[in-house]
Every structure is written in C-alpha cells, then in structure tokens.
C-alpha cells in the first residue's frame, strides 16, 4: 500500500509538472536541450562508468549487451540527436486546418501535448536521452520504466538531466524514472487519470505483455523481422552492399535484416551478395537451394540448413536465413506470412515490380535498393525517435515530434448560440 502511494504521488507529480510545461517557451526549452547534449558530452567519464556496472552484470554474447553498452563516440551521437531535437521546428500550435462557418464561427484544429507519456524500455540507456529530448521538445511530461539491466546507467542519465532542469528553474518531475522492480511496471500500467499514453520498446515478449495487461492507450513500437528480397533484375552490386549493411551495421537493433529472399534465377550471385558477411562471422541458415549454392563457396562453420523456425525470427545477432523462390509474388507471400510490418526492401530494376513492392508490402518502411538500417528518426530528418511504431493507429514508422501531440478544436465566436 505504501507502495502504491509513493507511484501515485509520483504520477501526480508528473502531471503537474506536465501542466506547467505548457508555459515554458520554445527558446527556452530548446536552451535547456542544448545544456543536456553538453552536460552528456561532460560527463561522459561519469556515464561509462555507471554503464559498466550494468555490463559487468550481463553475459556479452546476450543480444542485448549491445544495446546496452554505451561508448564514449554512441554519447556523441546520442548529444548530436538532441542538438538535432532542439534544432527542429516546435510542432506545438501548428494550425493542422482552419476554416470559418456561416454564422461566423472560426474552427481551428491545432497540435497540442498529449500531457503524460510512460515509456516502459529494457536494456537500452540511449532511449533515456532520447525520449526525454523528444517529449521535453513536444511539451509532454515522461514517466520512464527501464530495465534492472540499465538501472545504474538510467539513474546516471537522469541525474544529469534532472540537474540541468533544476539550474533552468523547470520542474524536475517533468522527468521521471520508476524504480526497476514489476510493482512500478504494474503501476504504470494502470495509471489512468495520470498518464495519457504508454509505449512499450524491447522485446515482443514485451510489447504483448504491456499490451495485454495496459488499462491506457498504448501505442505499440514492434519487433522487426526484417525482409530483402533480391528480385530477378537486382543488381549483385547494389545487393552485395546493401545486405552486409542492413545485417551487419548493428545487428541488435529492430531494423537489422533477418532475411534474405532470392529469386531462384540468381543463385549463382548469391556466393558474391553473401560476399562480405563472413568478414563479421555472420551465420547464414539457408534453405536447400540456397545451401547449394552457398556451399563451397561460403565458410562451412558458418553455414546451417535451415529450418522452420530459421524464418519470422528476429535474431538480433549475427543470424540470418536465406529462402529461394520461384516468383515475385512467392517473394510476396513470403513477407506477408512472416513479416513484423516493421522494414521491408527490395533490391531490383524492374519499375514494375518496384511499384507493385511498394503498393503491396504492408509494413511502416518499404524501401527499394537501400538498406533497412535507416529506419530511426535520425536517419529521415526527424532527430530522434521515441520508437518505430508498427500498428496503423495514430502513428506508423519512426515517432518523433509529430507524433507526440495529439490535437484539440479551438472554436472562436462573437455571442453565436445554437438555434
């Protein structure tokens, strides 16, 4: 019970704060922005050293040690992102339509905060950074749930920011970080008249446990089994490149390519494709056409039949399977049956073809002869993202400033009543 107080206290503490966030200016808010990238660049030392005591506690062949593990050049980045936030134009106020009625009424719909953002995150420290930016930027107050995994690296994070917030005289409750324990995650579950929206970033095991037990809106930011399929008319060139890319930039994110799809009349380039990846050890789990024509021709320690479970698996490592088809409409039903509708490619000169990919494929990224490690806020322009949304609703792909606002109806008169 004492618990329970102490949660709610703190939720009540975010939604005032939430509140007096809609007073603070723009310039001012962007200032505040630019002090964390430099107060991350200052105490870089500080955060490495809280981050290691995380590492220190997990396996390194576990998928999510790279998440976790922050470097002084990935604080760089992280600093950039929010430079890159304070950079971006406030959406806040924006006029999405205006228009005036015949008696005289003016009805405008503008973007407004959605108050209180919970964001529930395993082991990824940079989504502490990150959210915090974008939510700040977008006038929302953020309640963030991590990981026992990242809780020292999370605690340095936010007392970091927290001392910036307090030197700009703005509410500290703005940000705030849960304890790591399930009665916090529970909570925040269920925390309704507080906070107006929840998204979930990790695991799928995740994302369905918060949406299965959530009692408020949750947007869902899925796992990504990511598909390239290299049609009949790809260039080996383009597909050589593009792969070893999109597998091995940084294999534990959700953009990272898990599958690699062939039309069967290119074989014999699959051994020149699949060229670069043993450079990074990378496994392949080929299925029988695809084995044979791998075989020889790629490291026999790193080459496995594949099977069933080989496809719709996010590996999140150095993984990856290769399945052969006959057609473009197999390719098609191939990313249909096992794709997370989270980044999907195609690698292919055929405009037909290419415009059918684009008009069939139902995920939040469709690309063509490019890698899928571009889907994150940064890459298109949007600075950084809150997570890649993988639903229809409300937001789909990258979530960055647009896509935390909701909107209102402002409806301006002069003594018009109703009839």
């Avoid at 107006?196 to 918060?210: A, E, F, M, T, W």
């Avoid at 959700?254 to 051994?271: E, G």
Wanted: hydrophobic share 40%; aromatic share 6%; net charge negative.
């Amino acid at each position: 019970m004492i618990e329970m107080m102490i949660f709610r206290e703190q939720f009540e503490n975010a939604l005032i704060a939430s509140r007096h966030l809609n007073l603070i200016s723009i310039n001012k808010i962007n200032d505040v922005l630019n002090d964390i990238a430099e107060a991350a660049i200052e105490k870089t030392d500080f955060i490495l050293l809280e981050n290691q005591k995380d590492l220190d506690l997990m396996d390194s062949s576990d998928p999510k040690y790279d998440r976790l593990k922050l470097t002084k050049d990935r604080i760089a980045g992280i600093a950039n992102d929010i430079l890159n936030v304070a950079s971006l134009p406030s959406p806040l106020g924006k006029t999405l339509s205006e228009t005036t009625r015949p008696n005289g009424l003016k009805i405008s719909k503008v973007r407004v905060p959605f108050g209180v953002i919970g964001i529930i995150y395993e082991a990824r420290p940079n989504v502490t950074f990150d959210v915090f930016a974008l939510c700040l930027k977008s006038g929302n107050a953020c309640i963030l749930k991590g990981g026992s995994d990242a809780i020292n690296s999370n605690r340095a994070i936010v007392s970091i920011i927290h001392k910036v917030l307090a030197e700009a005289g703005i509410d500290v409750n703005t940000l705030t970080l849960l304890p790591a324990g399930r009665e916090a995650t529970t909570e925040l579950l269920n925390a309704q008249g507080f906070v107006d929206l929840l998204i979930p970033r990790g695991s799928q095991s995740l994302i369905d446990y918060v949406r299965q037990n959530a009692t408020i809106p949750v947007i869902e930011t899925g796992a990504g089994i990511c598909h390239t399929y290299f049609d009949e008319s790809g260039d080996s060139g383009k597909g050589r490149v593009i792969v070893n890319n999109a597998k091995t930039r940084r294999v534990s994110v959700c953009n990272a390519l898990d599958c690699l799809i062939i039309h069967d009349s290119r074989l014999s380039d699959l051994p020149y494709i699949a060229g670069l990846l043993p450079d990074s050890n990378v496994e392949i789990f080929a299925d029988s056409e695809s084995f044979k024509a791998l075989k020889g021709k790629y490291p026999s320690q790193l080459l496995k039949p594949a099977t069933e479970d080989s496809f719709g698996t996010e590996f999140l490592s150095y993984k990856m399977s290769i399945r052969t088809v006959a057609s473009f409409d197999e390719a098609l039903e191939h990313i249909t049956r096992y794709s997370s509708k989270h980044s999907e490619a195609i690698i292919s000169e055929d405009k037909h073809n290419i415009n059918l990919f684009l008009k069939m494929v139902d995920a939040s990224s469709v690309y063509v002869n490019a890698s899928t490690a571009f889907t994150d806020g940064a890459q298109f322009g949007l600075g950084a993202e809150i997570g890649i949304s993988t639903q229809k609703l409300h937001a789909r792909g990258p979530m960055a400033l647009d896509e935390l606002t909701s909107y209102k109806w402002l409806i301006e008169g002069d003594g018009q009543i109703r009839p």
